[in-house]
């Protein structure tokens, strides 16, 4: 397989993550990739975190909404665990997506994911059902016991209906294994008051973010468009280190165009993330049902916001993208 240069300059030598970022500070949320017809891509998943790690993520989060948790088994989820840790060794960390809304079930999948190598858990809010705020904290704290790993609270309420209130996170900062929190309320107001009350490190799963939460203090990202511009993200974290904060809002600005059609289209991330790769050379394939490929028209957009950040495309990528198709298990 050939693959093409990413976009951005070459992340510095890593160094050991700070203790107010347990995971590092630049984290993708890895797609899942499939063959063809559907099957679960071992390989492929091993180059692309290989190639990810290289250019600059400091850990990976496997089996996320981007990954396609929904709809990958039990089994592919801990395939993927083991597959990636082999694969990139000690050079990253991986947090597995245990998340579900049966708390059984989630106990499960932390077992099984500390068992495959995960150096941590992302638990997400039990979704639909919509429990109230002490059922939303006594699930969290079950799957926290359950295992020895440290554990990221997952808080979307787009997706889960239930928001995990800023006095809920608060208790549950009190719990020794639950060290932190992938963000995407969309309350920076919220947030900052966990962050200014408790020791939890708060990582932005929402792109446009990344800059905004990380000069409150935030951990750092765990970002979908840094499966296709991963150097480009690690940037503005490497810019705001060094006391570059013109060069790092720059950065930010920069994406912002990218981020918009991969995020906030219409499509979901793990879609266009796929179209992305796909074109570019890099392990993807399908999406699985419900989901369904990007269109032409979709694609050409991404292509070219892509070459805008300095992204060199291979000849065929817009045949190779629109060619994805939709894999749907009978």
Known sequence: MTATSLPGAAPPPGAAPPASAPFGRALCAMITPFTASGVLDLDGAQLLADRLVADGCEGLVLSGTTGESPTTSDAEKAALVRAVREAVGGRATLVAGVGSNDTAHTAELALQAEKAGADGLLVVTPYYSKPPQDAVEAHFRTVADVSGLPVLLYDIPGRTGTRVEPDTMLRLAEHPR???????????????????????????????????????????????VANVAPRTLRAIVDAFDAGDTAGAARGQRQLSELIELMMASGLPGTVTAKALLGALGLPAGPVRAPLLPADRKAVDGLLAAYEALGGALPAGAVQRAVSIGVHTRL
């Open 178 to 224: 639950i060290v932190g929190v992938k963000d995407c309320a969309y309350d920076l107001l919220g947030s900052t008051k966990v962050m200014a009350h408790s020791d939890l490190a708060y990582y932005t799963g929402c792109d446009e973010f990344v800059l905004p939460l990380y000069a409150l203090g935030g951990a750092g990202y765990i970002s979908t």
